[in-house]
């Protein structure tokens, strides 16, 4: 894939990459870079970030049935689930 580093992550997205490890694969760019890119994108307007609905349960952690005491059993801090949509489209 042609272009600088931004260029290479909208396109992967516009070709219907969802997710970093997809742009990965179809770039050949690491995590850190794609990421970088996505934030930067994000934050020009060039892509929109927004929270998946039903994708964590209605009362937070503690009521996820991963979760153990009210601790997440995904392994993180708080919501995962996105989405990333390039504006225009």
Do not use: W
Not at 25 to 53: F, I, K, N
Not at 58 to 70: F, K, T
């Amino acid at each position: 894939m042609s272009g600088g580093p931004l260029r290479q992550v909208l396109t992967a997205f516009t070709d219907g990459a969802r997710t970093v490890p997809e742009v990965m694969e179809r770039t050949g760019l690491p995590a850190d870079v794609v990421r970088a890119g996505v934030d930067h994108l994000v934050r020009t307007g060039r892509m929109e970030l927004g929270a998946l609905t039903g994708g964590c349960a209605g009362g937070g952690c503690g009521s996820c049935p991963q979760g153990s005491g009210g601790e997440p059993g995904c392994g993180t801090s708080g919501p995962v689930l996105v989405t990333l949509k390039v504006r225009g489209r």
